[in-house]
Every structure is written in C-alpha cells, then in structure tokens.
C-alpha cells in the first residue's frame, strides 16, 4: 500500500469520528509517517501533547498536540486491505482518546487496545 493510499485511510478515519467529538477537538493535528521510533518499532501510533482534561488557564500559545499514526508496522502486522482500514481506524480512534484524556488501560477495556 503507498503511502498516499494510507494518508487516505487515516482521513477516512478521522471522517468517521463523530461531528460532535471532533468539535471538541482542540489544537491537535495528525500526521502519518512510515516508521516509529527506532525504540519502539511496533509502536502503531503516537499522541504527543497536553490532553484537553490536563489543560487550564495556563494552556494559551502553545504547538498544537500531535498524533501520529505509522504505516509500515501497519501493514506489516495486517495481513490484507480490510485488516489495514480496520487497524488504521483503531489506532486513530485510540490516539484521539487519548487527546481526550482517555488512558490505554480504558482504552483495552473498550476493545481498542
């Protein structure tokens, strides 16, 4: 899969989330790239920043959060298409509640580990 291909499938994913949580979402942007970092090289996605339940009145004129979502550990774990666009959704929805202040331990729980 290009990785235009797989750009397309994380703005499917990020079309998909609810207009009534992503009117919540607050200085945040999501990139894709092809590898983790080398200390994590089976990490499929990164929520870098401040989640919006930490934020308080010192939050003002800081770099938007970061999501990042990586492709080649990806595919590399899915063994076709269909796993590809239902893996890129998880690891979207993950990294976004994880900007909502949600940590891995509920996110396992709801079955998006």
């Known amino acids: 899969m290009t990785r235009e291909e797989f750009e397309e499938l994380v703005a499917e994913a990020l079309d998909r989330i609810p207009p009534e949580l992503t009117r919540l979402m607050d200085n945040v942007a999501v990139f ?4 983790p970092p080398a200390d994590d090289p089976e ?3 990164l929520y870098e920043g401040t989640p919006l339940t930490e934020r308080g009145e010192w939050y003002a004129g800081v ?3 970061r999501i990042t979502v990586y492709r080649n550990p990806t595919l590399r774990m899915c063994e076709d298409r269909e ?15 994880h900007h ?7 996110l396992h729980a709801l079955g998006y580990g």
């Open 32 to 35: 894709v790239e092809d590898e």
């Open 43 to 45: 990490l499929l996605g």
């Open 63 to 65: 770099l938007p959060d």
């Open 83 to 97: 796993d590809v666009i239902a893996e890129t959704e998880i690891t979207v929805v993950h990294e976004i509640a």
């Open 100 to 106: 909502f202040g949600i940590d891995d331990a509920r």
